[in-house]
C-alpha cells in the first residue's frame, strides 16, 4: 500500500463558495484528509490522500469518491511525487519573537536585539518578526 494524492478540479468557483459548502465538504471527505482551494483559474480544487496498492486503485476509488461533485479534471499522482513537486518548497516551522523569548529563556527586548545584529535570522511578516524554530533551537 501506498498513498496517492487525487486532485478533482470543479466548475464552480472557488470565491463563490459559501462557508458551510467548504465546511460541508471538507467534513464529507474528512478520512481522505481535504484540501480545499482555488485553481490558477479561481474553480474549486479539492485535494485527497487516499491509500491505495497502485495507480489504477487510487484513479478508481478518486472517480467513485468524487463522482458526485461532476469534477472536469482529475490527477492521481504518489504522494511521494505531490511532495517532490519542483516549486512545492515545505513551509518551515515559524516562531514569533515571544515564543523565541520563551524557548530561550530570555526577554523579547533580547530576542529583537539578536534579530537587529543579524545572530539570529528573521524576516517581517506585516508588524511582526516571523523566526525559523530550526534557528531558535
Not at 466548475?11 to 462557508?19: A, C, I, L, N, V
Not at 471527505?29 to 480544487?45: D, S
Not at 490522500?49 to 479534471?73: D, E, I, K, N, W
Request: aromatic residues 6%.
Amino acid at each position: 500500500m501506498m498513498d496517492f494524492n487525487a486532485t478533482a478540479t470543479l466548475t464552480r468557483r472557488f470565491d463563490h463558495m459559501s462557508e458551510q459548502e467548504y465546511d460541508d465538504l471538507l467534513e464529507c471527505f474528512a478520512a481522505y484528509h481535504p484540501a480545499l482551494g482555488a485553481g490558477p483559474r479561481g474553480e474549486v480544487e479539492i485535494v485527497l490522500t487516499l491509500p491505495a496498492a497502485s495507480l489504477a486503485q487510487a484513479v478508481q476509488t478518486a472517480s467513485a469518491l468524487l463522482a458526485p461533485l461532476r469534477p472536469v479534471g482529475l490527477e492521481v499522482i504518489t504522494t511521494q511525487a505531490w511532495d517532490a513537486r519542483v516549486g512545492i518548497t515545505p513551509v518551515p516551522e515559524l516562531l514569533s519573537v515571544t515564543e523565541v523569548a520563551q524557548k530561550q529563556g530570555v526577554s523579547r527586548q533580547a530576542v529583537l536585539q539578536r534579530i537587529a545584529s543579524g545572530m539570529l535570522p528573521a524576516r517581517r511578516v506585516g508588524s511582526a518578526w516571523a523566526i525559523p524554530a530550526t534557528a531558535a533551537a
